[in-house]
C-alpha cells in the first residue's frame, strides 16, 4: 500500500493567516483526496484532486478558502486561507485507487488549532 | 444517495470477550464496504473490505465482517478483543458519483476495551 507523508503534524496558528499542508505520496496515484475531521467527527471530503485538472470540491468548500495544487502524479498541497476558529480541525490527505474496490490510505494528518 | 450508519456512538466491552461494532448501508447497485481504524493521533488504516463473493470477509488484526444484503448491513467483528483495539472505527461506501470514486463514511464508533 502506498505510504503517504503529510506536513506539518500539527500546527497552532493565528486568526486570519494561511497555513499550506503538504501531502507526498511514495508512488504515482491518479487521485488525491483532501478530508477535515473535526473533533470528535467523521471525515467529511473536501475536494478530489487530480493531475492535470482542477479539483473537484465538495458542497460548502469553495476554492478561494481552500486552494489545492496537485502538481505531479506524487504530491499535493491544500491551503487554508484566513483561517477562524472554526477551521480548527485534522486534516487528512488520502489517495485510492482507480477501481471501485480498492480501499484508500491515508496519512496521519494535519491538527490543525487557530486562536 | 449513497450512506452508512453506524448506530453506535461508543462500544464497551471486557478483553477477551466478542466484539461487534455496527454499520448499516444504502447504496443503489453494488455495494462497496469498508472498514477503517483510527488509533490516537494517526490517520485512518485500512482493516478489511467487502466487495463481492463470500459474505464473512477477514482482515487485518484478526478482524471480521459479515455482510448481509437482505439487512443491509456490515458489521465488524472480533471473537476476542483486546485493549489495543481500543480506537475509532469507521465504516465507508464507495461508489461512483460523477465520477469521482467518492468514499462515505460513518460517523465512526469509539470501541473501549476495558482490562
Known amino acids: 500500500s502506498a505510504v503517504i507523508s503529510q506536513k506539518p503534524s500539527r500546527d497552532i496558528c493565528q486568526r486570519g493567516t494561511s497555513l499550506t499542508i503538504q501531502c507526498q505520496v511514495d508512488s504515482q496515484v491518479t487521485m488525491m483526496f483532501w478530508y477535515r475531521q473535526q473533533p470528535g467527527q467523521s471525515l467529511t ?38 483561517m477562524s ?4 480541525s485534522i486534516y487528512l490527505c488520502s489517495v485510492g485507487g482507480q477501481g471501485y474496490d480498492q480501499p484508500q490510505h491515508f496519512g496521519d494528518g494535519t491538527r490543525l488549532s487557530i486562536l | 444517495a449513497q450512506s452508512v450508519a453506524q448506530p453506535e456512538d461508543q462500544v464497551n466491552v471486557a478483553e477477551g470477550n466478542p466484539l461487534t461494532v ?21 490517520g485512518l488504516q485500512f482493516l478489511l473490505k467487502y466487495i463481492t463473493g463470500d459474505n464473512l470477509v477477514k482482515g487485518s488484526y484478526g478482524f471480521e465482517a459479515e455482510f448481509n444484503k437482505s439487512q443491509t448491513s456490515f458489521h465488524l467483528k472480533k ?37
Open chain 1, 45 to 82: 471530503l473536501i475536494a478530489t484532486a487530480n493531475q492535470g485538472s482542477e479539483a473537484t470540491y465538495e458542497s460548502g468548500f469553495v476554492i478561494d478558502k481552500f486552494p489545492i495544487s496537485r502538481p505531479n502524479l506524487t504530491f499535493s498541497t491544500l491551503t487554508v486561507s484566513n
Open chain 1, 85 to 88: 476558529p472554526e477551521d480548527s
Open chain 2, 22 to 42: 455496527k454499520c448499516t448501508y444504502s447504496v443503489s447497485g453494488n455495494p462497496y464496504l469498508f472498514w477503517y481504524v483510527q488509533y490516537p493521533n494517526r
Open chain 2, 79 to 115: 471473537p476476542s478483543a483486546l485493549v489495543s483495539d481500543s480506537a475509532l472505527y469507521f465504516c465507508a461506501v464507495r461508489g461512483a458519483t460523477s465520477g469521482t470514486y467518492k468514499y462515505i463514511f460513518g460517523t465512526g464508533t469509539r470501541l473501549k476495551v476495558l482490562a
